[in-house]
Every structure is written in structure tokens, then in C-alpha cells.
């Protein structure tokens, strides 16, 4: 039996209200580059919101999820490396959390995928005509990109993962955490997306 035209509506409503509550909460905003096996490769990555630490013992786990499909997805169940990128708070920062996160399209032509909803997902290929990264390489050979603008980068390699509808929840064991940018003396939080913007840390709130 199909859902009822008030069903339909009270559940669109419902979606609506679920995204602007959200919007209302701050999440640090981290830059994911997928690990690759040749620098001639196209290099895949994505923006997230969702990124969390697991646990310290036995081994630092972390976690996130990103939406399907996804090329950036497909890049670590092949490779099964990558790196999470704790972004300074800079004008810089924020134009490659914007570029890295530009991965819907609603112009089939660039993703021959329909997804439920009805559009089509295209994760865009966010180092076409960008050389601001190095690469860091496993011990296993394989390559990851680390952007040159972050504070700090979190290089990991997967644990596990699980579908939930059209996302990947990934859990992943952090196997080295690099600083390359030594001039960074204090921590800065990184940066925040919060009400659709990217946002610093603010003031220390008095106890």
C-alpha cells in the first residue's frame, strides 16, 4: 500500500524541520583525500561533517560517513587508506571546504546514477588544476594526498564500514598523525560549518 498524500506531506515536513535543527549545530568541518596506488591516478576527496574520535585503546579509532555513490567511496574500498585534515581557520581553508564538498549535480549527464531521490550524484574531482598538496606514502605503498594548508592530518586506514540507506558509516584505525606546518604553535579547534557557513572557535565561556 502506498503512504497517504498527509503522510507524504507530514514526512517531507518533518525533513525540513529535521535540516534546520541541525543547521543550529556547530560540527568541525574536516577535508578527507582518498588514498591512491599511482600519482598519475585521479585523486578523489570530500568535505565532512561527521567526523568523530572512537576510542584511544586498544589503537585511536575514528569515525564519519559520507553519502552514496560516491567516487571518493569507491576510492577507499580499493585503496582502503586515506587522510582526514584538520583545517586551520583561514580564508584558504574555507574555499577548499567549499571545493571539496561541491559533490551534488542534478545534471545527469555527469553521473549515470539515479538515486532515489531523484537526482544524480556526481563527487566532483576537487584537485582538477589544484598542485597544493604532497603526497604521504603507507607502508603498504600506497599514496595518500595531504593538502598543504591544515594543521594537522590524521592518516588512516580502514577498519569497517556499514550501509545505512544511502550512506557508509566508516570506522577507521589512525596509523600515524602528521603536522607539517610547524609555524602553527596554538590550537586553533580547526573550523566550524554551522548555519550553512564555515565558522572559527569562539570565546572560552566563563564556569
Request: aromatic share 8%.
Amino acid at each position: 500500500m502506498l503512504p497517504s498524500r498527509p503522510c507524504l506531506q507530514a514526512a517531507s515536513s518533518l525533513k525540513a524541520s529535521f535540516k534546520s535543527a541541525m543547521a543550529r549545530v556547530a560540527a568541525p568541518a574536516m577535508i578527507l583525500t582518498a588514498g591512491t596506488a599511482l600519482t598519475s591516478d585521479v585523486l578523489h576527496g570530500m568535505t565532512l561533517s561527521s567526523v568523530n574520535s572512537v576510542s584511544v585503546h586498544p589503537y585511536p579509532l575514528m569515525l564519519f560517513n559520507m553519502h552514496l555513490p560516491s567516487y571518493t567511496s569507491a576510492s577507499l574500498h580499493k585503496h582502503g587508506h586515506l587522510a582526514l585534515h584538520l583545517m586551520p581557520p583561514t580564508r584558504e581553508s574555507v574555499e577548499l571546504g567549499r571545493s571539496f564538498a561541491s559533490g551534488v549535480k542534478q545534471d545527469p549527464s555527469h553521473f549515470k546514477v539515479n538515486s532515489t531521490d531523484g537526482s544524480f550524484k556526481e563527487m566532483t574531482t576537487p584537485f582538477s588544476g589544484f598542485d597544493n598538496y604532497t603526497f604521504y606514502e603507507t607502508k603498504e605503498g600506497i599514496l595518500v594526498p595531504i593538502l598543504n594548508e591544515l594543521e594537522a592530518a590524521f592518516i588512516c586506514k580502514k577498519k569497517t564500514h556499514f550501509e545505512v540507506d544511502d550512506h557508509e558509516i566508516w570506522v577507521v584505525s589512525v596509523e600515524n598523525i602528521i603536522r607539517p606546518n610547524k609555524d602553527i604553535q596554538r590550537p586553533s579547534g580547526g573550523i566550524l560549518y554551522f548555519d550553512r557557513g564555515f565558522h572559527r572557535i569562539g570565546d572560552l565561556l566563563s564556569e
